[in-house]
Structure formats: structure tokens, C-alpha cells
């Protein structure tokens, strides 16, 4: 029988993570309750080695070699980069300043109420061991845990928001404003929480280098044409990637902070959004599968499906309770707390990026990943199930401005 090369057990891979989640997503018909993004999420948990892996654990050793995974890897780290990039330029920080007290008061609760609540079950958690990592301090867990529960994925809320036709409608660019600046609070918090005392000479020289290189390419891209911005913008991307991860803060806060100090006009709105639905296509499913080989059952499945589930509560009420109280605040018509918080709570791949970076540093164990992406899934298969007849039912909910 004739040994597959390694280049042939890549591409089995790459044919594998690609066909299998379509199929399900395409011949299931799950788009109204699990987008194609969320159906690849749930294909990776399955590849990997605590489901499938399991169960035929040859498969597993035959098609995720050493070789395959390292390829894997790089493919899966640039294309999150890419996607936290965009994340970056869709922030409208203009727009959230003029109506700073609205979006100020909406987002603050959002983003407090459950990161209080996440940060409690994160405690409880704590009483029984296998849930702390070990380089994780008690406070970085019960933080770190806390703002995965607070977090609104804005890339994929975006996704969903166009499905529901509320993009570009007063609702949807109100509901941008508010997870523009929960996106801002979560790199921020990240930054704390992996701050690094015997490089934290590097980290500040980080931050004054990148105050100074961001003067010196915004002028610059002020200059170019539109095409030689994406080009020039890239290279950016990953100059803040490198340098960001030398000093200690990781690459993913480097990637954000990069789109963040740019102004998406500079590259076009309809050709973000094509380049942002391809990198979904054609190369986040690498980076699903990744994540999915993380998942792990060591402390018991049920235990995990149970943490699951206080951390899915924490998350979805904490929000709701948040939303609902700024809408008391500020007097908004009935109806707009119950769809802004619905929307809002949405998770996916913000807070599984940010976990991830929790388990790469040893802060989280694998269960409390494993946990922390099941609610991450859970949170994402509710929004449209639960918005959409909200929309059905007063239409006028999608034209309310603030």
C-alpha cells in the first residue's frame, strides 16, 4: 500500500475540515439555528481528540501528525490574525464618542453586569480542582473567566446581524456602537491579565513604538491608493503581531490594536465585507479545527457540560440583566432591552480567540476551555432563533435609532 507523503496528509486534513461541517451545514439545513460558522465551531470539537479522537484514535494519529499540525497551526494563526484585524477597522469610535453618554451607560452595563456575574460562577468554579491552570494566579482565572462570560463577538454579531437584514438599519449600526466598545475593554482586559513583570520594560517600549508607528502609517496610508493600503495594511498587521508577541502581550493584541488605530473608509465598506465573508471561507475552518483538537474531558464530561451550562447562564443573564437596566436608564421604548441583549450576548469566535490565549499561557486548563467553548456555541445558536420573531413582531424595532 503506497505511504501518503506528508503533503498528502495536509491536504487530507484540509479536505476533511472542509467538506464534513458544509455537508452537515448544507444537507441539515441548520442555518436559522446554527450559521455555517457555528456548525465548523461544533465540526472541530468533533475532530478532535476528545470526541473522535476517542473513539478511533488510529484516525486520529494517521491524519493530525506532528508535520500536518504545524502546518495546520500557521495557517490557523494568520487567518485569526486577519480576522482580528478586521474586528479592529469595523470600530466606529467617531460615531460612540458623539453619543457617549447613550453608548457609554449601554455599554458599560453590558460589559459589567456579566462580567460580575461570570466572574461568580468563575469562583465557584474554583472550589474544585482542574479548572485553574498551571501558570494561572486565582485572580487571572476568576478575570479572565469573568470577561469570556462579559465579551460581544462583534465579527460574528456582524454575521448575524446581515442575516437578520438589521446591518446597515438603525438597530444594527446602535448594537455595533455598543459591542465596538466591549471589543476595546477585552483586549484591554487580556493586556492585564498577561502583563509580564520581568518584560514589562518591553511591553511599554511596545506601546511608545506603536503610538509612534501609528502617526507614521496612518500618514502614510493617508497617500496610497486604495489597493496599496490593503497591501501596506497587511504588512502593519503583522509588524504589530511580532512585535506585540516580543513584548510579551501576545500576537492577538497586536493584530486588534492594528485595525483599531486605522479608519475603515481608508479601504472601502463593500470590499471589507468580501474580504472579512473570505477569510471565513476560505480559512477560518483551519483555525475551528484547532481550536476543537483543544477540547478536552479529563476532569469528566459531565462536569464540564455542567460548568458549561452555570457559565451559559452567567453569560446570557448577566447581559440581559445589563441591558435591561441601561434601558430603564435611559428610557428606551419597550421591546429594544429584550433585542439588544439578545444580540449582544452573542459569543463565538472573539471569546473563544480570547480563551485560547488563556489556555496558550497556561491560565486555564483544558476543561475550562472545553466548557468555555460549549457556552461560547450555546450563546451563538441562541441569537437568531430568539431575535428573529422579535423583529417579526414590531417591525419597527429594526428603524429605532437612540
Known amino acids: 500500500m503506497h505511504a501518503m507523503s506528508p503533503t498528502e496528509v495536509f491536504l487530507l486534513a484540509i479536505l476533511i475540515i472542509f467538506t464534513l461541517p458544509w455537508l452537515v451545514w448544507r444537507v441539515g439545513r441548520t ?17 478532535g481528540p476528545g470526541v473522535l479522537g476517542a473513539i478511533f484514535p488510529d484516525y486520529y494519529a494517521f ?30 469610535l467617531g460615531e460612540a464618542w458623539r453619543r457617549r453618554r447613550e453608548t457609554g451607560v449601554t455599554a458599560g452595563l453590558a460589559l459589567g453586569v456579566p462580567l460580575v456575574a461570570g466572574s461568580v460562577a ?48 438603525p438597530l444594527g449600526q446602535r448594537v455595533l456602537r455598543y459591542a465596538s466598545l466591549d471589543d476595546i ?49 497587511l504588512i502593519w498587521l503583522a509588524l ?3 512585535a506585540a508577541d516580543w513584548a510579551g502581550l501576545h500576537f492577538m493584541v497586536g493584530a486588534f490594536l492594528a485595525g483599531a488605530v486605522l479608519d ?55 447581559k440581559l440583566a445589563g441591558i435591561h437596566l441601561a434601558g430603564r436608564i435611559l428610557k428606551w421604548p419597550k421591546g429594544d432591552a429584550k433585542a439588544i441583549g439578545w444580540l ?26 472545553t466548557a468555555l467553548l460549549l457556552m461560547a456555541v450555546a450563546s451563538t445558536m441562541l441569537t437568531i432563533p430568539v431575535v428573529a420573531p422579535l423583529l417579526r413582531r414590531d417591525p419597527a424595532l429594526r428603524k429605532r435609532g437612540f
Open 264 to 318: 475603515a473608509r481608508w479601504f472601502g465598506e463593500a470590499r471589507m465585507d468580501r474580504f472579512r465573508q473570505t477569510i471565513l471561507l476560505a480559512v477560518m475552518p483551519v483555525y475551528f479545527l484547532s481550536t476543537g483538537l483543544k477540547t478536552q474531558w479529563g476532569v469528566g464530561g459531565a462536569a464540564v457540560f455542567a460548568v458549561a451550562a452555570l457559565l451559559l447562564a452567567a453569560s446570557v443573564g448577566g
Open 63 to 92: 491524519v493530525f501528525t506532528a508535520p500536518t499540525m504545524s502546518a495546520l497551526n500557521g495557517i490557523a494563526w494568520w487567518s485569526v490574525m486577519l480576522f482580528v484585524w478586521v474586528a479592529g477597522l469595523e470600530l466606529d
Open 185 to 233: 475593554a477585552i483586549w484591554g482586559v487580556l493586556a492585564l491579565i498577561l502583563l509580564d513583570w520581568e518584560r514589562v520594560g518591553r511591553q511599554g517600549g511596545f506601546l511608545v513604538g506603536f503610538a509612534i508607528a501609528t502617526w507614521a502609517i496612518r500618514k502614510l496610508l493617508r497617500a496610497l491608493g486604495e489597493n496599496d493600503r490593503w497591501y501596506v495594511g
Open 31 to 47: 442555518d436559522y439555528w446554527a450559521p455555517l460558522v457555528v456548525v465548523q465551531i461544533i465540526g472541530g470539537i468533533l475532530l
Open 122 to 169: 468563575a469562583l465557584i468554579m474554583l472550589r474544585y480542582p482542574g479548572w485553574r491552570g498551571a501558570a494561572g494566579a486565582e485572580w487571572q482565572v476568576v478575570l479572565g473567566i469573568g470577561m469570556a462570560c462579559a465579551v460581544t463577538a462583534l465579527p460574528i454579531l456582524v454575521l448575524l446581524m446581515e442575516k437578520l437584514d438589521i446591518l446597515r438599519e
Open 240 to 242: 504589530c503581531g511580532f
Open 344 to 369: 449582544l450576548q452573542t459569543k463565538a469566535l472573539i471569546m473563544i480567540i480570547f480563551v485560547n490565549i488563556l489556555l496558550d499561557k497556561k491560565i486555564i486548563t483544558n476543561e475550562t476551555f
